[in-house]
């Protein structure tokens, strides 16, 4: 079973559009994050939920919006896309969000705004 | 805040060679440290950690030690072989409840040749 899942795995879209990218964890885990991960391999945390609530929201555009409906899920909204967008994000989770926990990370969407 | 340097890539060694990356960290306190790998084309995975001074994280014949004068937590593996061609990612988190984020180095590719 995979642990950290994420859909779509690629994702092409023209400027402009809305998209949205799924997390789902199947660990128990209480805390989910979203980080982005540039042309260079470059990793910077987005978002972090713990319980569905939202913890960190690093500096981030407003066009960029996660939803977390439950513990087990943590879903990425982008509206009105850029080329700068184009990236690969990773969702990950960890049990409680402490500093030594490790964090599981899913397989990447990569996203490409033309 | 918190940062953490590697070595820029990429590394390039023959089979059986002696593997370095060297990590460097800025934070306050006792962080946690990381290390994770990241296979062509996958997500992010544990490979090592140490969460606190002096403790040697090891794993599949890598080791790390965190050295707490040094702010060092480097990576190293006695013969490489062609499957740890990857990108490793040198983090740190702050310990205890409530940290919910790595921070990352700028990831080091490995490639290893027969």
């Known amino acids: 079973d995979t642990a950290v899942s994420q859909t779509p795995k690629y994702l092409v879209t023209q400027m402009g559009n809305d998209k949205s990218i799924k997390c789902e964890q199947n660990l128990g885990h209480d805390t989910m994050y979203w980080y982005k991960q540039d042309s260079k391999k470059f990793l910077k945390i987005m978002f972090s939920?713990?319980?569905?609530?939202?913890?960190i929201n690093e500096t981030v555009p407003n066009r960029f919006s996660p939803k977390s409906p439950d513990k087990a899920h943590l879903n990425l909204h982008i509206n009105s896309l850029e080329l700068g967008d184009s990236a690969v994000y990773f969702c990950?989770?960890?049990?409680?969000?402490?500093?030594?926990?490790?964090?599981?990370f899913g397989p990447g969407t990569r996203l490409l705004v033309l | 805040g918190n940062s953490v340097t590697q070595m820029e890539g990429p590394v390039t060694l023959s089979e059986e060679a002696f593997l370095t990356i060297n990590c460097t960290y800025t934070?306050?306190?006792?962080?946690?440290l990381f290390w994770y790998v990241q296979y062509p084309g996958e997500g992010l995975q544990l490979l090592l950690k140490?969460?606190?001074?002096?403790d040697k994280g090891s794993n599949k014949g890598f080791e790390a030690t965190y050295r707490k004068e040094t702010t060092s937590f480097h990576l190293e593996k006695g013969s490489v072989q062609v499957s740890d061609s990857a990108v490793y990612f040198c983090a740190l988190s702050p310990s205890g409840a409530g940290s919910y984020q790595l921070t990352f180095g700028k990831g080091t590719k490995l490639s290893v040749i027969p």
């Open positions: 939920y713990n319980n569905k609530e939202l913890i």
């Open positions: 140490a969460t606190k001074a002096d």
């Open positions: 934070a306050t306190g006792y962080p946690s």
């Open positions: 990950a989770s960890s049990q409680d969000g402490a500093g030594e926990e490790t964090q599981y």
